[in-house]
């Protein structure tokens, strides 16, 4: 069970990532206009999902910096990542683009968020190929490929599987896929999302728990347990409403654009 975060700005962590507010980490308000976000695929426990999907979640360090003249780690100056390490992001990012294609191919016309996710990934992937940057921002450059594939890949799962089975009447309910999934207020989305195994949370009114049978009462999921909250030194913050505001997801999209430029910008100054 995970918890609606409250906080009313949205800020880059120490781990180059965005906390809660990140929709490949922890679920947030459904959005008609980013109704694939619930699709994105969850960490991987299993020893098979790790050796699938294990190379998104993995988190750089310092030993994966190298110089791009002897191969060996460096503390300080500009460096790339480990070839090895590069080469595993590009592989399952070359795979999935070929899938988008095929299945480009199979409809009249895509929706718009499919090339522009395509791009993302594919600039971000040279930039981590070929240009040696500072540590930070080599950390930066990792974070957004696999925050993009993840996204480009439930939104090709989310076109392929998860909306069919929502738009089938003779799909059978069962236990959810391993997803982020959505809060929601809305029982039609949630019964969307039921039929399409699917994560979700209904959110109810306060008011309303005097007419519900309680069955069972549990612990919800703290994010200190599964995230890093803390900012990144030296980085802006913008103000983006709670993350159960559909609102929100709009901003969360630029600001991320906007933040990463930032970033760079700032990294290459210092």
Request: proline share 7%.
């Amino acid at each position: 069970m995970a918890l609606t975060p409250k906080d009313a700005k949205m800020f880059v962590r120490q781990d180059m990532r965005y906390g809660h507010d990140d929709s490949t980490l922890w679920p947030l308000q459904y959005s008609h206009t980013f109704c694939h976000l619930g699709a994105i695929r969850r960490q991987p426990t299993t020893e098979i999902g790790r050796l699938a999907l294990g190379i998104m979640f993995w988190n750089p360090e310092r030993g994966d910096f190298i110089s791009p003249e002897s191969g060996m780690t460096i503390t300080r100056g500009l460096g790339k990542l480990r070839h090895r390490l590069c080469s595993k992001l590009a592989d399952a990012a070359k795979i999935l683009l070929e899938e988008c294609c095929q299945y480009a191919e199979t409809v009249p016309q895509v929706v718009p968020v499919f090339p522009l996710l395509e791009q993302t990934l594919k600039l971000a992937l040279e930039r981590l190929q070929s240009v040696p940057s500072t540590y930070q921002q080599m950390v930066l450059e990792v974070t957004t490929v696999q925050r993009t594939y993840l996204e480009l890949k439930g939104l090709l799962e989310y076109m392929t599987v998860y909306k069919p089975r929502m738009l089938d009447p003779a799909s059978e309910t069962g236990h959810p896929d391993d997803c982020v999934g959505v809060f929601t207020s809305d029982p039609m989305i949630a019964q969307l999302f039921n039929i399409a195994r699917l994560p979700y949370w209904l959110i109810h009114p306060l008011s309303g728990f005097t007419r519900e049978n309680i069955l069972r009462v549990i612990e919800p999921l703290k994010m200190s347990w599964a995230l890093e909250l803390e900012a990144a030194e030296g980085f802006p913050s913008v103000p983006a409403g709670a993350n159960t505001d559909e609102k929100c997801y709009t901003r969360a999209e630029g600001f991320r654009i906007w933040a990463n430029r930032t970033i760079r910008h700032h990294l290459n100054r210092s």
